[in-house]
């Protein structure tokens, strides 16, 4: 609800008492009543905290110049510099985008699959990771338990990404352990090739990798959720599915933006995945950026990622349209 | 405690409060009710009767079980043991959607996510209402409680006292029979808490449906209540009218919580035709035996509404029922005055008019004599 709570009175409050006071409604009203929450908290925030909300402020925004506005400037410039068989010179061409907007360049292709992949596996994560969320949260009683086991979910990432990617490769290859099983126990006469180096198999690979950056937010989002809310929607008759459905679901939406902003970019954004679960069959355009880089073609490859961020940028904006988080749920 | 008495069968107060109901089981019904937490007695055994109408408040310092009987009437609660009644059928095992009560949520509950229409149109669209109509009546209800401009805002953006009216209008559009209130002023400012209490009465009488308030705080309830059922370690200690409950609390717990009452211990010294005479802690006092009877050495504990004491100043006490005390302080509250006494090692406390408010401070670390009436020495239940 709103933030600060107004102070509770306490059992002995005879000294402030005043027996039969008689205020008119006019002046309760403009002593207290119908001032907004939000109008009070901004009164509260005098000019003189201006300097500790900079203070504030000062890491991240370090950290974002530092780390996210210089390199992508960087990566503009580069991107409009003149490739050279061992890097480049700094004469000023548009041909970088060209070439990427050519009718003869896989470019735009390859992007549309890796978003259309990208989408696929940020729907699965989440068809996947609420339930477990729902779970975590709400169906395990205790609050240490739902810990724990939230913590026992997360051991995946002790490890490094480049070793659970890797350790698809022996579990899904042609002779790889799920083949098999499925051949030994006759479900198939021959060891399926889509596990390793399709589409799906990044796919599945990526599920994996990314899922519990669904359940991590809407976890803690489910978590922190007001269960009078939903007993107050009980009380009102709402059977549990509605409850779910007009309660629990939209208060949880900006878990699940978040949980699908992260997903979503990073699927976009993979290069480890397609190159090694894709086997060199599947294209990504972070593979494309790396075989470029590898080729020392900078410019190419500065190009290439220019356009990469400016697409996710859309598909993040898309996302959040969609979840009208402006709206704080 | 005395109020072991009402395990087995219910107190005098008990029986009171289903005298003053209407014949017939109309109303709200609790028959032994238990509900027990992993290891402690929420509720111990509680029997009452809620008329239907009549606006009952369950008033006691937290963890007294007064939001634990509210939540099992509302549904969210199991009861371990008992029976919950309402015009003679039994609520228990039915969900809370099912039920004919609503209740209005400690902090209100709103859902943040809708807008005030949606919050009160919430209940008839889960009844299946259709679309249009459910507006309509919503939008009634939402005029009724004076939000109408404020309809397509959300509780955000309105103040603590438009969320109450919309946490209001929420339930009442459900057509409850009976409506509980959790706190319902908890979050409130004083000067709006005192402007809603007499709404929402108004409001009581209008519906003349049960309302069941639960509060801790004293004001509040004899302001509203016409019944005021006290409790304390889950076990009904009194009911009764605001007016019995102050000027005549039942036990030491009710008449140390309702406040303002001095409690004096001691033991029968003499019994006459009419009176007794105890030999108490700050001196004599005497009291009407009434229905009682009581023999020399009787232990008994007394209580003396501060307001019933009379102060002069003197140095000697001429009878019972006047003590020497020395004034301690004196506190000034507006329309009253309190004046603070130590006889003794015990405490004593007077409430006068705010006229004798300079008479009395000149009267600090000066000995005053303290008296009052017989008839207004309430004997207590331990």
Known sequence: ?329 | MATQEQVGEPGPEVGEARANGTSGPAGLELRRLTKQFADVVAVDDVSLNIDSGSYVVLLGPSGCGKTTILRMVGGHEHPTSGDILLDGESLVGIPPAKRPTTTVFQHFALFPHKTVLGNVDFGLRMQGMSKQEREKRAMDMVDLVGLSEMRFRRPSELSGGQQQRVALARVLVTNPKVLLLDEPFGDLDRLLQLRMRVELRELQRELGIAFVHVTHNQEEALSMADRIVVMEGGQIQQVGSPAEISQRPANVFVAAFMGDNNILRGSVAEVNRDQAVVDANVGHLAIPTGEHSHSVGDKLTVAVRANCVNLAAGEQAARPNEVVATVAATEYLGDTIKVHMRAGEHNLLAKLPEQRYTEMSKLVGKPVVASWDAMNVQLLRD
């Not at chain 1, 596996?121 to 724990?148: D, E, M, N, R, W």
Request: proline content about 4%; hydrophobic content about 55%; overall charge neutral.
């Open chain 1, 1 to 329: 609800m709103t933030g600060e709570e107004p102070p509770r009175e306490t059992l002995s409050s005879e000294r402030e008492l005043p027996g039969g006071i008689a205020v008119s409604d006019a002046t309760a009203a403009e002593i207290y009543g119908e001032e907004v929450p939000a109008a009070r908290a901004a009164k509260t925030a005098p000019g003189a905290s201006k300097l500790v909300t900079f203070l504030w402020a000062l890491p991240g925004t370090v950290w974002l110049i530092l780390f996210l506005v210089a390199p992508v400037i960087v990566v503009l410039v580069v991107s409009f510099f003149t490739g050279t068989i061992t890097g480049f010179s700094k004469t000023w061409t548009t041909d970088n985008y060209t070439t990427i907007f050519s009718s003869t360049s896989q470019y735009l292709d390859t992007l549309g699959k890796v978003a259309r992949n990208a989408a696929i596996v940020t729907v699965v994560c989440l068809l996947i990771g609420y339930p477990v969320a729902y779970f975590l949260a709400v169906k395990v009683k205790k609050v240490q338990y739902s810990f724990a086991l939230f913590i026992i979910a997360l051991a995946p990432f002790f490890t490094s990404t480049l070793i659970r990617v890797e350790s698809w490769i022996p579990t899904m290859g042609e002779h790889g352990a799920v083949n098999e099983i499925l051949t030994k126990i006759g479900l198939i006469n021959h060891p399926l090739s889509i596990l390793l180096f399709s589409d799906f198999a990044v796919s599945v690979a990526l599920v994996q990798l990314l899922v519990l950056f669904m359940v991590t937010p809407i976890f803690f989002q489910l978590a922190a959720l007001d269960q009078s809310a939903i007993e107050a929607a009980r009380d009102l008759g709402a059977s549990g599915w509605k409850v779910f459905l007009h309660v629990t679901l939209p208060l949880t939406r900006a878990g699940i933006m978040i949980g699908s902003v992260f997903v979503f970019v990073l699927a976009m954004g993979d290069f480890g995945t397609y190159r090694l679960i894709g086997g060199g069959k599947v294209g990504s355009i972070g593979v494309n950026i790396s075989n470029l880089v590898s080729l020392l073609q900078y410019p190419q490859a500065a190009a290439q990622a220019a356009v990469l961020v400016v697409a996710m940028v859309i598909g993040v904006v898309l996302l959040l349209r969609f979840a009208k988080l402006e709206q704080g749920f």
